[in-house]
């Protein structure tokens, strides 16, 4: 029997009895700790690599790198368009075309007057007449959709065709050019 400060006594075997208990219960306490330890290492190295094993340093390392690889395209790419429509300003894209019988003794339309314009309306204007003795060409400069050499009918309406943008009908246009004008500048 023990003797517990001289209060109580109690048998040894009930003593051993509880330590062992108590030693069992930690022990199935500690392996039950290292077990949900475990599995949470599990689930935290599951959480930190990414669908294909990854880390996610490593994606967001291909992220950032992504990232600046779109800021460079983006940067080459707007220089380029701005190059484009600095080049743009001195190509001719607008057009005026007027076909003629210019001399009456042909069949058919075979003689024209082309009108090609930059965004400035400076181009040149092209009259090129069929008859029985042969082709004739001629080339007026225009500045400004205007011409400082007399133009003919044809050469007139092929220059308007251009000055208002668009092939066909000059006042409507005109009008079609305007109205698209006053909805960029906005």
Known sequence: MLDVFGLFSVETL???IGIAVLLIISIVLSIVAIAKSSSMKKKYNMMMEGSEGKSIEQIIKAYTDDV?????TYTDNTDA????????????????????DA???MGGKLSFALCMLDSN???????VMHSNNGCFAYIKEIINGKSFIELGGEEEKA???AVAGRMG??????????????VNNK
């Open 81 to 100: 368009i701005k190059d484009i429509y600095e080049k743009m300003q001195y190509t001719f894209h607008k057009i005026g075309i007027v076909k003629y």
């Open 159 to 161: 220059l308007n065709q």
């Open 121 to 127: 309306n400076n181009g040149y204007l092209l009259n």
């Open 14 to 16: 009930y003593v051993l």
């Open 169 to 182: 009908d000059e006042a409507l246009s005109q009008e079609v050019n305007d109205i698209v004008n006053n």
């Open 103 to 105: 001399f009456h003794e």
């Open 68 to 72: 600046k690889l779109l800021k460079e």
